[in-house]
């Protein structure tokens, strides 16, 4: 495995243990201090908006500067994250540090460093590894993540009645290990793409990206009404889940979606990337509405980890089916533009969700969640299952 590789993912790891823990940890501490379910939506809706501004800029600007550079000025804003959310109190700068900051409300990989990495990876390995590497990477991420929503337990079972002051220490540690990303950062080579800086960052694979982005915003803004911020709030509510139990919880859909993404590389190898995409995802949307409608904890959380292991399959094989069908002078923009509408999209969901927990009807988003997805998984197989990555047309080549 290259350097680069190793010391991406290793990057990869500190920012998923770090989102693991702040993912909990953020909605509980916003209750603690006085916040109520459709105020933490809005925080929620803050963070993605402000995540898809700061991408945006990242796809612009990427192709002419330094990508180790912007890789350790993200780091550096993850650690202004985890030192500006214990700081204030008052609405107005929460939302603003939400905007601005780093942290993740949901179980997927996204934020200024995303497209970055993406492309520090794709110029480090060649058509026939990308789909392993991103499944390796996104197992990494999954893996670490999962950790981290045990560590959301540590302030009670370390401090009694540790409170608030215990979760604000929680974000201290999440700005540590945004130091910690910066050092390894800085040991990766420089990437600066000289021979990009006269084209448009995104040329001959506009349609071809623009159609993806559009149907990845569907999924992005369904999801939105269950990012994982959402869903603690809801079993929280529902089933007075408790901060230890709850970090139990995701940590076992987490070890499970981690597992998943090996097991996409191998049916991706077997039966394509958008087969693996939409026949896994289906039926991890249907076992989302039916939790939505189950009687009691174990019920519920028994689809819920079912869906865990079926769910993220998409994650490596969509990023490697972006990665394919781009040239790589227009990767960088690519990731972006795809990311950018993601979070968007996403963004106005979480603040529709917080409201719709506090209807009769908490399971609500549940439902909205996985039958929008369903609407998309359909949409992306009618649309590209005839638009083939080179390694599957060189196997249709090989067998013809």
Same mark, same amino acid.
């Given at each position: 495995m290259p350097s680069t590789v190793r010391i991406v993912c290793l990057a990869r790891a500190l920012r998923g243990f770090g989102d693991g823990f702040a993912t909990i940890v953020l909605p509980i501490y916003l209750t603690r201090i006085g $916040?109520?379910?459709?105020?933490?939506?809005?925080? #929620?809706?803050s963070t993605l908006l402000g995540t898809a501004l700061f991408t945006l800029i990242i796809g612009v600007i990427a192709p002419r500067y330094d990508l180790r550079? #912007?890789? *350790? %000025?993200? &780091? @550096?804003?993850?650690?202004?994250?985890?030192?500006?959310?214990? @700081?204030f109190q008052d609405f107005a700068l929460i939302?603003?540090? &939400? !905007? *601005?900051?780093?942290?993740?409300?949901?179980?997927?990989?996204?934020?200024?460093?995303?497209? %970055?990495e993406h492309?520090?990876?794709? =110029?480090? *390995? +060649?058509?026939?590894?990308?789909?392993?590497? !991103?499944?390796? $990477?996104?197992?990494?991420?999954?893996?670490s993540m999962a950790v981290g929503t045990l560590a959301a337990a540590l302030p009670d079972l370390l401090i009694n009645n540790a409170g608030v002051y215990g979760f604000r220490l929680m974000f201290y540690a999440y700005a540590a290990l945004g130091l910690g990303c910066a050092g390894l950062y800085a040991r990766l080579p420089q990437a600066r793409m000289t021979e990009t800086s006269r084209v448009t960052p995104l040329s001959r694979s506009r349609p071809v990206v623009y159609k993806l982005a559009a149907l990845f915003s569907l999924d992005a803004f369904a999801g939105g009404f269950a990012v994982q911020s959402l869903m603690t709030l809801w079993l929280f509510e529902r089933f007075d889940l408790s901060v230890s139990a709850a970090s139990l919880f995701f940590f076992l859909a987490g070890i499970l979606s981690a597992f998943s993404y090996p097991v996409a590389a191998r049916l991706a190898q077997r039966f394509g990337l958008i087969n693996t995409m939409v026949f896994t995802h289906i039926p991890s949307n249907l076992c989302l509405i039916v939790a939505a409608y189950s009687p009691n904890l174990y019920v519920a959380c028994g689809f819920l980890l079912l869906r865990s292991a079926l769910s993220q399959m998409d994650v490596p094989t969509?990023?490697?089916?972006?990665?394919?069908?781009? +040239?790589?002078?227009? =990767?960088?923009?690519?990731? +972006?533009?795809?990311?950018?509408? =993601?979070?968007l999209a996403s963004a106005v969901s979480p603040a529709l969700g917080g409201a719709l927990l506090t209807t009769a009807f908490s399971g609500l988003p549940l439902v909205a969640c996985g039958s929008l997805k369903?609407?998309?998984?359909? &949409?992306?197989? $009618?649309?590209? =299952?005839?638009?083939?990555?080179?390694?599957?047309? @060189?196997?249709?080549?090989?067998g013809g």
């Open positions: $916040y109520d379910p459709i105020q933490i939506g809005f925080v #929620l809706t550079t #912007l890789m *350790i %000025l993200g &780091a @550096a804003l993850m650690t202004f994250t985890g030192l500006a959310f214990p @700081a939302l603003l540090v &939400a !905007f *601005i900051g780093t942290v993740n409300p949901s179980t997927g990989d996204i934020g200024v460093l995303v497209p %970055l492309s520090m990876l794709a =110029r480090s *390995i +060649s058509n026939q590894d990308r789909t392993k590497v !991103f499944s390796n $990477y996104s197992l990494v991420g999954a893996l969509r990023t490697s089916y972006v990665m394919a069908v781009v +040239s790589p002078p227009e =990767r960088t923009a690519a990731a +972006s533009i795809t990311a950018v509408p =993601r979070s369903i609407v998309y998984d359909l &949409a992306l197989l $009618y649309s590209f =299952r005839h638009v083939k990555p080179p390694e599957e047309n @060189a196997e249709t080549a090989a």
